[in-house]
């Protein structure tokens, strides 16, 4: 089995730099014809159509992304919080699921870039007539949606998507599968607080097997070289590395006591306990995982000196974390939700402008 | 390809010292003047107008550097997206006199673009223009207050701006293939 720390000979070393990295350093000395215009940074490139994963994305395109959230962090900071890149486009948020912050963030970020939104939520649409997902994209694309934003329960149903998409796609969470984009404002966050990802020591507790967001974490965290440590019980955790390709999660350390976990972290991810899991067995009582597994003020204590506590939201206060921890100093959760919007901004920058896919 | 030096170390010098002095008549001091230079050259450029700008009125003019690469026109037409650098306008620009810097004149496109980001940033008294090098070949109505040396090209000429902070050496160049 794959318990313990596999050697990842192929991980990739993280090209990320600190905040405000100069490009210039990066950039020929000869200019192009435009002079004037800043010269782009040759190496830093984002071509691809739709973002599902990160499973298939490079530590240099999370390092463009998360350094293109910095400029936008100072849009936001301005009086008129506004910029002009997207004017003409339509962005599509379809969601099959509930959801606040994830689809309010993608609508104020497309805002902030001038790009027009349309909400489509399942329930007030055709879908609730029996339209198909292939013929609701086919409509949307049919009346002028450029990019859709979607949040579905299966999982895989975005990669459907794509397929029938001549526009940009962004998995907004499918099913236990993925949710990129809130492992990249994870990333963000890490990276605004301490400076860096790579080298870093961290840990996720709780029901890492059910959790999209843990799965984007794991992929983009040990892309940009973190050493990523699993804490829960063995009924919510996946099996990962070369073990199981199936489950397709790189070799990342699993630990199931919360005390081993937590030692020497810089930062700790708590995870919702959802009550479906004791229906189905998984869990003997609420009160057994309170008493393992929920990160307390003395818990979090044991972790290195100024170890950061987050969580993807909703929490459940008092089961997977308790209040004075989540509320407490070392919490970097409302930075989760604030970060949520810039790191949109730059995603749908970076995807979203241009003549369109080259595909 | 033919290369030729246009500017020295030198006369990049002294070109920024007379386009300071300038700067100080037009405006009539240094009160209520903010610089602000253009990615990516344009920031040192202002900085060192700024020191210039010190040692003649024993005053700090304030800095700013301004990325304008969402108010670019040429987003639509590109297929990969240019990558934003930093942008940091300290001060309220609402009723200052706003120097923007950049190191080449051209077009005028990124002059518009820079005049768009920086009203939205709050209403200027007044916005002028510094640049190194102007170069000709204009396609929007726009002119710079400052200029370093005009320089006629033709467009299939390169001018290349290099600057110690960015490149290790002061000197500009025009290449042509």
Redesign the interface.
């Known amino acids: 089995m794959t318990n313990g720390e596999l050697a990842a000979d192929s991980r990739p070393v993280a090209a990320e730099s600190g905040p405000?990295a100069s490009?210039?350093?990066a950039?020929s000395?000869?200019?192009?014809?435009?002079?004037?215009?800043?010269?782009?940074?040759a190496r830093?490139?984002?071509?691809r159509k739709d973002l599902l994963d990160l499973d298939d994305v490079s530590a240099e395109e999370i390092g463009?992304i998360l350094?293109?959230t910095?400029?936008m962090k100072?849009?936001l900071s301005?009086?008129?919080k506004?910029?002009?890149?997207l004017?003409?486009k339509t962005l599509v948020n379809l969601f099959y699921e509930n959801s606040t912050r994830t689809r309010v963030s993608f609508e104020l970020a497309a805002k902030n870039?001038s790009a027009d939104v349309v909400n489509v939520t399942a329930s007030a649409s055709s879908v609730s007539k029996g339209e198909s997902l292939v013929d609701t994209i086919r409509t949307l694309q049919a009346l002028g949606g450029d990019a859709i934003v979607i949040r579905h329960s299966q999982s895989g149903a975005p990669y459907l998507v794509a397929k029938h998409l001549d526009g940009s796609v962004i998995n907004a969470g499918d099913g236990w599968h993925a949710h990129p984009t809130q492992a990249l404002l994870d990333l963000y966050t890490i990276r605004e607080r301490l400076g860096r990802i790579a080298g870093l020591n961290i840990t996720i507790v709780g029901d890492i097997l059910h959790s999209r967001v843990a799965r984007s974490n794991i992929w983009g965290m040990w892309r940009m070289g973190a050493h990523v440590t699993l804490c829960g019980p063995a009924t919510l955790l996946p099996i990962v590395g070369e073990a199981n390709p199936e489950t397709g999660l790189p070799p990342v350390r699993i630990e199931h006591r919360i005390d081993q976990a937590l030692e020497g972290a810089d930062v700790v991810m708590a995870l919702r306990i959802q009550r479906e899991r004791m229906q189905a067995g998984l869990l003997p009582s609420l009160r057994e995982y309170v008493n393992l597994y929920q990160l307390t003020t003395e818990r979090v204590g044991k972790a290195a000196p100024g170890c950061l506590v987050m969580h993807p939201g909703p929490m459940n206060e008092g089961v997977e974390i308790a209040p004075d921890v989540a509320y407490g100093p070392q919490s970097v959760i409302e930075d989760q939700v604030s970060n949520g919007v810039a790191v949109r901004m730059a995603l749908l920058?970076?995807l979203l402008?241009?003549?369109g896919s080259?595909i | 390809m033919a290369t030729k030096v246009i500017m020295t170390e030198s006369e990049i010098r002294r070109a920024l010292a007379r386009i300071a002095h300038e700067v100080l008549e037009k405006n009539q001091g240094v009160d209520d003047l903010v610089l602000v230079g253009l990615q990516t050259r344009g920031v040192p450029l202002a900085a060192r107008l700024q020191a210039i700008l010190q040692d003649l009125e024993k005053k700090e003019v304030p800095i700013g550097a301004l990325d304008v690469t969402f108010y670019r026109d040429d987003l639509a037409i590109r297929t990969v997206q240019p990558v934003a650098r930093h942008t940091d306008i300290p001060v309220d620009v609402t009723d200052k006199n706003i120097v923007l810097v950049d190191d080449v004149l051209y077009t005028g496109r990124t002059i518009r673009s820079a005049l768009s980001a920086v009203m939205d940033f709050g209403r200027p008294r007044r916005i002028q223009l510094a640049v190194l090098v102007d170069r000709g070949h204009r396609e929007l109505p726009i002119q710079a207050d400052y200029v370093g040396k005009d320089l006629p090209t033709a467009s299939d000429e390169e001018v290349v701006v290099c600057l110690e902070e960015i490149d290790g050496r002061d000197e500009v160049l025009i290449t042509r293939d």
């Open positions: 405000q490009p210039a350093s950039a000395p000869v200019r192009s014809a435009a002079a004037g215009r800043p010269a782009p940074v830093a490139r984002l071509t463009l350094q293109t910095d400029s100072e849009i301005r009086p008129i506004r910029v002009p890149p004017r003409g870039l920058y970076l402008g241009g003549r080259e």
